[in-house]
């Protein structure tokens, strides 16, 4: 299994700042991902993060928005940029155990104003 | 996009019944599907998973069925109890592309 701490666990945020959402792994994992849960939505997956390498970014998410860091094999960094109240949400790290269990960070919930 | 579409939204079940939720998907490529159970203030849990070399998985009170013809599992619990009330997600994905798709959510309530 992994633990995963994320920080901020919960924000407030002016209209058109950005956060830093700080993903911390206690083991070392390949694939990082980073998921999105709009309030009493399902989860959408914004980006797969691979540490050395540029972020994979889905469909209807940009990297100017969403920029994303993984500078080693234990942490990630996503980054919400010029934030309108649309983004408010729950964001979520979540890394592969590589037998495919993907285990979640208790996300961080995102409120814009 | 891919699509995994579950079903009931929400659900209200008695102590000690059994509740169930259905998912439905769309690409036979996938090979893995996951339940998972989320609590207010928390990430996903990962609960039960099947491959589709089995029909039937069973844990404890937890039992995902499987049917590869009709492209639908479902997740069963049974002797539901007030601790069971949560958010449950299905999910699925392929081998070597650890992408989750997911589905909409049920919100389970269990009444004493």
């Known amino acids: 299994s992994a633990v995963i701490s994320q920080k901020p666990s919960r924000d407030i945020c002016q209209r058109g700042t950005s956060l830093t959402i700080q993903c911390q792994v206690d083991s070392q994992v390949t694939m990082m991902f980073w998921y999105r849960q709009q309030p009493g939505q399902s989860l959408t997956l914004i980006a797969t993060?691979?540490?050395?390498?540029?972020?994979?970014?889905e469909s209807g998410f940009v990297i100017d928005k969403f920029p994303i860091s993984r500078p080693n094999l234990t942490f990630s960094t996503l980054t919400v940029s010029n934030m309108s109240p649309e983004d408010s949400s729950i964001y979520l790290c979540s890394v592969d155990s590589g037998q495919t269990e993907a285990f979640f960070g208790q996300g961080t919930r995102l409120t814009v104003v | 996009q891919q699509q995994v579409k579950q079903s009931p939204q929400s659900l209200i079940v008695q102590k000690g019944g059994i509740s169930i939720i259905n998912c439905a998907y769309e690409?036979?490529?996938?090979?893995?599907f996951p339940w998972y159970q989320q609590f207010p203030g928390k990430g996903p849990a990962l609960l039960i998973a099947i491959r589709p070399d089995v029909s039937e998985k069973k844990e404890g009170r937890f039992t995902i069925s499987f049917n590869k013809s009709a492209k639908q599992f479902s997740l069963h619990i049974m002797d539901s109890q007030p601790g069971d009330s949560a958010t449950y997600f299905c999910?699925?994905?392929?081998?070597?592309?650890?992408?989750?798709?997911f589905g909409t959510g049920t919100r389970l309530t269990i009444i004493p």
């Open positions: 999910a699925a994905s392929i081998s070597g592309n650890e992408k989750l798709t």
């Open positions: 690409n036979t490529a996938f090979d893995y």
């Open positions: 993060a691979n540490q050395g390498s540029e972020a994979t970014y």
